[in-house]
């Protein structure tokens, strides 16, 4: 489980964020500027009509982005979402999601990055939601 | 508590969303076009930085802008979220979250609105995220 | 005509933007935070339904939200767009159109603002087009 | 010369919309779910610093992931952009501008595409700005 600097610096992002970790999201692989994740969906994630809630496809969604692009800042700095929109293409039936980020464009001050967020319910998988992420670099004040 | 038929399905879009419920987010009032909520903050709905986590200013803008929209729909129609964008101006340091919604244009299968976040911090107001939205008008299958 | 060199700055951004010039793009005011802008509209701005193209209406309310984050900065500062999303309400069937962009949070890096598009026809006025902006802060190397 | 019925329809899409064709929008390749597009870029592009003006690059993206979501739409319908989010990854420095959009998702009242825009400068190619999206499908009004 070793890796770059900036590997680590996203798995810590993820160790500390109680809120997606109380989701659910996994931390499953990443690497320079992609990162993939997933979340095994329960009846707490459903909405009113039986389909995983857009604000939880959402928290994935950014998250994943933001791992993605945590993998292309120096050691010492840390990544902060700016904006980001979020397109829902299907209802999400689901037994688990799987996400997968990456990186457009990282530059000094500002990181572009995008993730696709996919539904995947008894064996088959479909594009449920794509995000488009805008990220600034900052100082990293964690640890 | 009486109201339109309107209000009274945009009250049973929050009763039914136990995802928004469970995260804390009350409906305070509501009118033709427009919908206002709060949210209590408590430490798990903070990240890594002890601000409020982005996911949490998304769901409650979420859940406003499409409470907004619902008041505007025909008895025996509903809204789906078709694309949200959201931009997070300041880091949301809060006790409390304010958040209203307001219709921009509603049509027959469309409908454009808005929600601004507001964080509450020892009695003082910062707008801390502002969500555009798009839905669209579906049936309404729930009861 | 005189104004803070913020406003100067603006006055010189408009002038020197030949691609928003020759479409037609006329700076009406601006203020502190806020910028209004006019178009006369003709056949060339209309697409094959005789609306007014979706990107004149981008164009004008891009530069108008640009307009008024430039108003916000230092003197020897500048701003270029990050990012916008933009909704189109309606249809825009205008013998003129009318624009006005706002600030809703201007920081040393990033400025987010706004822009409402109207379409003015036979003395009517109705919002057709709004824009969410996110800028950033750079050196001016416009003299 | 031939193609499906869909792509007729695109090919008459372009012909007819005067506003890209001024600009210098070329239709170059498409087919089903995609589109390809370029535009030799002159000084008429240009904005005060010499880059192509964030409001051609939207042009250029806006048309060519409207000419993808064509391509997906039965004979007698027609698409409308309902909105868009464009990023700016980099300055674009051009002599040429390419761009390919494609369809994420299509559906019998709304479509989901992207595009991405590519400065090519001596012979080298860069990734500057890439747009997601929303259209609806329409009664074709154009014969």
């Known amino acids: 489980m070793a890796g770059t600097g900036n590997e680590q610096h996203v798995r810590a992002m ?16 990443l690497g320079d500027g992609w990162c993939e ?3 095994t969906t329960n009846d707490s994630h ?16 950014d998250h994943t982005a933001g791992g993605a692009a ?20 299907r209802p999400a039936l689901a037994d688990r999601l799987r996400c997968r980020g990456e ?27 794509k995000l488009s992420s805008t990220l600034a670099v900052i100082e990293n004040k964690i640890s």
């Open 46 to 61: 459903r909405q009113q009509h039986g389909f995983v809630h857009a604000a939880v496809l959402y928290a994935i969604a």
């Open 70 to 89: 945590g993998t292309t800042v120096p050691t010492g700095k840390d990544v902060i979402t700016v904006e980001n929109k979020i397109a829902y293409l």
């Open 14 to 29: 993820f160790a500390r964020s109680d809120f997606t970790e109380r989701l659910g999201v996994k931390l499953d692989a």
């Open 37 to 39: 994740t997933s979340l």
């Open 103 to 129: 990186v457009l464009r990282t530059g000094k001050n500002l990181i572009f990055s995008e993730s696709e967020v996919y539904a995947v319910k008894s064996g088959e998988e479909k594009l449920v939601a």
